[in-house]
């Protein structure tokens, strides 16, 4: 049974750091896109920051760039994001994906992801 599961959320003030951590489990990881998505309280869920399978492409949503980074450790089927200068904005339920196959240009819908995580909650107070 394939799970992902997140950890590392938590409440921080505004400007602070967190690192989120994923880790999946049932099978290797080492070749699938990996994904964060966050939801807003009373928000559809969005597209955060996404990596490629070898870690050599990443992408992420304009309002995080230069903020947050995301990495992965293949050797430990970990993903991680680098959370910076963290603002009240950035409070949600962060969520891990996983994608086994992805079409070009897709990496940011949801539908292009097989396998989610229960979701970490962030909290950045002002």
């Known amino acids: 049974q394939v799970q992902v599961v997140e950890s590392g959320g938590g409440l921080v003030q505004a400007g602070g750091s967190l690192r989120l951590s994923c880790a999946p489990s049932g099978r290797t990881f080492s070749t699938y896109t990996m994904g964060w998505f966050r939801q807003a309280p009373g928000k559809t869920r969005e597209f955060v920051a996404a990596?490629?399978?070898?870690?050599?492409?990443?992408y992420y949503t304009d309002s995080v760039k230069g903020r947050f980074t995301i990495s992965r450790d293949n050797a430990t089927n970990t993903m991680y994001l680098q959370m910076n200068s963290l603002k009240p904005e950035d409070t949600a339920v962060y969520y891990c994906?996983?994608?086994?196959?992805?079409?070009?240009?897709?990496?940011?819908?949801?539908?292009?992801?097989?396998?989610w995580g229960q979701g970490t909650q962030v909290t950045v107070s002002s």
């Open positions: 994906a996983a994608a086994p196959f992805l079409a070009p240009g897709t990496y940011s819908s949801m539908g292009s992801y097989r396998y």
């Open positions: 990596i490629s399978w070898s870690g050599g492409r990443t």
